[in-house]
């Protein structure tokens, strides 16, 4: 019996990371509450699931909010991009929807329009991890990213296939958005992770390559 409850014992250690990760998913929530504030929540969350959850680093609240606090100036102006990109792909969705005849102009855009929302989000989801994990120059933030979101494709597909069908399952079932980003969040990142761990060695240092 005390094997069971032992912190060694497998079933024990997943329900342990199962609350950090409900736990975390509901602080962030409450983070994101301003929407102003939805990049430096994730750079956070982020942080803290690489540390914390994948890595074996304590203090996961106090990471959290540490993150949160040296991001929050520069991550309010990358949220208020964030909407603007969202605005964008849901006009061209809508504009596609609205399409009644198929020209050749309009064939043109269908098949940028994918395109442009893989490298939207992928750049964003690179800017929100570096945002996270390393103290790095804004110009050098978004020209990382736009490196790391074309020169890592397959990472930068899968992390947005993950990103598009959390968002659906959420849209579906609602109460999903009280666990799922954390999970989601954590997926990304053993991927991101890889990539950070060759281009990146010392994540507490500033990153300028």
Not at 9 to 28: I, S
Not at 177 to 182: F, K, Q, T
Request: neutral net charge; contains cysteine.
């Amino acid at each position: 019996m005390d094997k069971i409850f032992s912190s060694d014992f497998f079933l024990f250690r997943w329900l342990e990371t199962l609350c950090d990760l409900l736990l975390l998913n509901l602080v962030w929530l409450l983070c994101c509450i301003p929407v102003v504030t939805i990049v430096p929540s994730c750079a956070a969350m982020y942080d803290c699931v690489a540390c914390c959850i994948l890595g074996d680093e304590g203090a996961m609240y106090r990471r959290f909010f540490a993150t949160f606090r040296r991001e929050w100036k520069r991550g309010i102006l990358l949220s208020l991009l964030l909407l603007a990109v969202a605005a964008l792909m849901v006009l061209g969705f809508l504009f596609i929807g609205a399409l009644d005849t198929i020209n050749s102009a309009a064939y043109l855009f269908m098949s940028l329009y994918p395109v442009a929302v893989v490298l939207s989000l992928g750049m964003l989801s690179w800017i929100v991890a570096m945002s996270g994990r390393y103290t790095i120059r804004a110009n050098r933030l978004f020209r990382n990213a736009m490196l790391l979101s074309i020169g890592k494709l397959p990472t930068t597909v899968a992390v947005v296939v993950l990103l598009l069908a959390g968002g659906l399952a959420i849209y579906v079932v609602s109460p999903l958005l009280l666990i799922l980003p954390a999970i989601l969040c954590t997926a990304q990142c053993a991927l991101m992770e890889r990539v950070f761990r060759r281009v990146f060695p010392q994540p507490e240092a500033e990153a300028e390559e």
